[in-house]
């Protein structure tokens, strides 16, 4: 089954801690992003890849780390969470075939849930 | 700068009842846009899209949209909703300086029974 995988789905960490968020997608696609969502706020970028070591920021990434070592897998890094990472994250992946950029047409995982405290 | 607006943060709609949730958006040349849905505790799925050609384009779960240049919108309808209707709907478009998509703040749509 096409799909893309975030874990934890759910994480409650402290202050200062450093975590991962894992993400891996089965459809051998070129693009990856990674979002996060907070009310009222809607869907705002945080890095994104067009290839295997190629990463760029998106609107939003101060305090977040990326790797693209592998095709497949595009963790999300937090050095030192803070509070203000508390957030819903959303990985996303797409056929990068438009004119050198993704389709727009975006596979989402279902989220991971994260709280800082 | 290209953006993306859906002017209604929540609509409610009764079980049956036809439904359009508005999106427009700014940018001068034939933009590629696209509508999203995220039900409840899910990530969000691609209901449709339009690049070019007709502009009334059908997606899944019998959602249709229809581009209109001279109103710079790409409305979203359904003839009859169901309760499983009830999500969250994100209209986007993609820009044209870096491929990356721009978001509307999304629609949360209720269904009455």
């Known amino acids: 089954e096409a799909q893309v995988t975030q874990n934890p789905r759910y994480l409650i960490t402290v202050t200062g801690k450093k975590l991962t968020v894992t993400c891996s997608q089965n459809m051998n696609h070129e693009y990856m992003s990674w979002y996060r969502q907070d009310p009222g706020l809607g869907l705002r970028q945080i890095y994104y890849s067009m290839n295997v070591e190629v990463t760029d920021k998106g609107d939003v990434p101060e305090g977040y780390k990326v790797s693209r070592k592998e095709k497949r897998n595009f963790p999300l890094i937090l050095e030192s969470p803070s509070p203000n990472q508390t957030s819903l994250y959303f990985c996303?992946?797409?056929?990068?075939?438009?004119?050198?950029?993704?389709?727009?047409?975006?596979?989402f995982g279902e989220g991971s849930r994260l709280t800082v405290l | 700068a290209q953006s993306v607006t859906q002017p209604d943060i929540h609509i409610t709609v009764s079980e049956g009842a036809s439904l359009e949730l508005r999106c427009n958006y700014s940018y001068g040349a034939t933009p590629y846009l696209f509508w999203y849905v995220q039900s409840p505790g899910q990530g969000l799925q691609l209901l449709l899209k339009y690049f070019s050609g007709d502009t009334l384009v059908q997606g899944i779960k019998g959602f249709e949209a229809e581009f209109k240049r001279s109103q710079s919108s790409f409305n979203l309808r359904k003839p009859s909703v169901h309760w499983s209707d009830a999500a969250e709907y994100f209209c986007a478009i993609l820009s044209d300086s870096n491929y990356q998509l721009i978001w509307g703040a999304g629609t949360k749509l209720i269904i009455k029974p």
């Open positions: 996303a992946s797409s056929l990068q075939i438009l004119a050198g950029g993704p389709t727009g047409e975006l596979f």
